[in-house]
């Protein structure tokens, strides 16, 4: 089935340790994208790749990084967790990043919690 | 600054009709979207809109008015499993998506 897997689904982390989570799409998308979710808050961009090889910075980039090998995979790194980065963590795919119509496929999502 | 806003939390009855707005204020406008979550789930697609007007789709219908910066989300004949968040996302000039905070949308039999 085409799509984007995330993982891992859930995760429980100590502060101050590093994580990576996965994403991987199927669906030769150009565009990838990260995204945090947070009870009464909106989908926040933390980081975009608008074709491989190349990165951006969201709304949020601050404590996390991202590259972009490869059209398929995009990952997401905390280089040192703090419990502010509690959340749910959804990665994203589209065509095309400039475009109108840019409708957006998402993961199933990666809920972090830190400790 | 960039802003979108929809209201937090609507209830009505299976078999009603029921409308969620948004009103959202963004650096020039390149199309409004509306996406569908059901609780722990991921966001999936329902509708876009760039043009003034009405679009159909099915039970779904989305309305969008540029000039007063306000989109509606319209469902028909509410079925339980439309219980979900509904939010709604503005693209502003530079393909930058701004998104709502979600209006959770509860039915009852």
């Known amino acids: 089935i085409a799509g984007i897997t995330q993982a891992p689904t859930s995760q429980i982390l100590a502060a101050g340790r590093r994580m990576t989570l996965r994403c991987t799409q199927d669906?030769?998308?150009?565009?990838m994208y990260w995204y945090r979710q947070d009870l009464g808050l909106g989908l926040r961009l933390i980081h975009y790749s608008n074709t491989a090889g190349t990165t951006g910075k969201g709304e949020v980039p601050d404590g996390y990084s991202v590259s972009r090998a490869n059209t398929d995979d995009f990952p997401l790194t905390l280089a040192s967790a703090v419990p502010s980065q509690t959340s749910v963590y959804f990665c994203?795919?589209?065509?095309?990043?400039?475009?109108?119509?840019?409708?957006?496929?998402f993961g199933a999502g990666s809920r972090l919690t830190v400790l | 600054g960039q802003n979108i806003d929809q209201p937090t939390e609507m209830t009505a009855t299976e078999g009603a009709i029921v409308q969620i707005n948004c009103t959202y204020q963004t650096s020039g406008f390149n199309g409004l979207f509306w996406y569908q979550q059901h609780a722990g789930e991921a966001p999936t697609f329902l509708s876009y809109n760039v043009l003034d007007g009405l679009e159909e789709k099915g039970r779904f219908s989305s309305f969008l008015s540029r000039s007063k910066g306000y989109s509606y989300l319209l469902l028909k004949e509410l079925q339980m499993k439309d219980s979900a968040s509904y939010l709604c996302a503005a693209m502003d000039s530079n393909y930058q998506l701004i998104w709502g905070a979600g209006t959770k949308l509860i039915i009852k039999p």
């Open positions: 669906m030769r998308h150009n565009a």
């Open positions: 994203a795919s589209s065509d095309s990043r400039h475009s109108g119509a840019n409708v957006l496929t």
